[in-house]
């Protein structure tokens, strides 16, 4: 038999009609009266929170990432399913997959659908994830949706409320659930796992701001006057704003902010092409950029940097790190 552990947080999957809209309010046995479990597999339910995903923090994720190491404690566990709302999903699940040092998976997957729907979709994605990580291993973190397996590391919500909610616009599903097995086609690109960062209670600022026509770096200097001690500038195309970006990234880069460059755009590369304000002045200025990764995951790799290190130099080494698997090979394509 194997012994899963599901960590519920809340999300669509335990959520009910509340007079107005859906909110999250049932427990993880709940959630699982749902499912049909697979043969061979026996469950164990952890209730670690329930909230909508939008809701989530920081601090809900780093005690997502602590409990997961402490489940994954004991040998006895074969492996880990995280019930979790889709909208903050692939952040939560890239966050235990830069940290994540063991065999055995961590599964995460949720519904597009309300607990009590009649054609729900959570209880086939529940069942799919249960048997994905009764039987995977070496992959990483995954998230199992509408049967397909996906690497955590640049998996997005590419869909509001259809079904097949989520996918990698840069890259390939790992694999696909179906006639009661997990079938892999692929291996994920994973740099060396870093370390497990402490137990915080005031973990740093990140903040995401976008560039668009008429964008000046107001917000993106308010940002850093508010402390932030990272900074995820969302550009456009290649991974390109304006020299007045510019100006707005060498003064926080010198001040110790770390900030990371992605594009606005579903699928391709940040590429340094473009000068007077693109991804080469941009780079040159301080900002690391991240490859295929997009603005949700980006923040996720800054704020993983910031609490491995506490100098300036060491962070931008942890941050390009993690991004090493999507940014290295790809920035300069």
């Known amino acids: 038999m194997a012994r899963i552990v599901v960590i519920s947080t809340g999300g669509t999957i335990a959520s009910r009609w509340q007079g107005s809209g ?11 009266a749902t499912a049909a479990v697979p043969a061979g597999v026996t469950v164990e339910v952890v209730d670690l929170f329930s909230v909508n995903s939008p809701r989530l923090t920081s601090l809900h994720q780093l005690e997502l990432l602590h409990t997961v190491h402490r489940v994954l404690g004991d040998p006895g566990v074969d492996g880990i399913v995280v019930t979790h709302g889709t ?10 997959d830069l940290h994540h040092t063991d065999q055995r998976p961590v599964v995460l997957t949720g519904a597009q659908l309300p607990l009590d729907a009649a054609d729900g979709d959570g209880p086939g ?17 995954l998230v199992v949706f509408d049967g ?28 696909d659930v179906g006639f009661g097995r997990a079938l892999i086609i692929r291996q994920p690109e994973r740099p060396t796992p870093l370390a497990l960062p402490a137990v915080t209670t005031a973990p740093p600022r990140v903040d995401m ?42 003064d926080a880069t010198a001040q110790g902010v770390l900030v990371a ?18 991804a080469v002045d941009l780079v040159a200025a301080g900002a690391v950029p991240t490859g295929t990764l997009r603005a949700g995951q980006s ?4 704020l993983a940097a910031l609490l491995g290190a506490t100098d300036r130099a060491g962070r931008t080494e942890l941050l390009r790190h993690a991004l090493a698997a999507h940014s290295s090979a790809l920035t300069h394509a």
């Open 299 to 302: 923040r996720i790799a800054v």
């Open 87 to 96: 909208d903050t999903l692939e952040e939560s699940a890239f966050l235990l």
């Open 22 to 32: 859906f909110a999250a309010d049932a427990d993880g046995s709940e959630v699982m």
């Open 261 to 278: 460059l992605t594009t606005r755009v579903q699928s391709g590369p940040v590429t340094e092409i473009y000068t007077h304000g693109g």
């Open 209 to 250: 701001v976008m560039h668009h026509s008429d964008a000046d770096p107001v917000l993106f200097r308010a940002a850093v006057a508010a402390e932030a001690q990272g900074v995820v500038l969302v550009a456009t195309g290649a991974g390109n704003a304006t020299p007045e970006f510019v100006d707005a990234v060498a």
């Open 125 to 141: 994605n529940l069942h799919d994830a249960l048997l994905t990580a009764a039987t995977a291993r070496g992959l990483g973190v």
């Open 148 to 175: 397909e397996v996906h690497a955590a590391r640049g998996t997005v919500k590419t869909q509001t409320v259809a079904p097949n909610a989520f996918t990698d616009p840069s890259g390939d599903r790992l694999g």
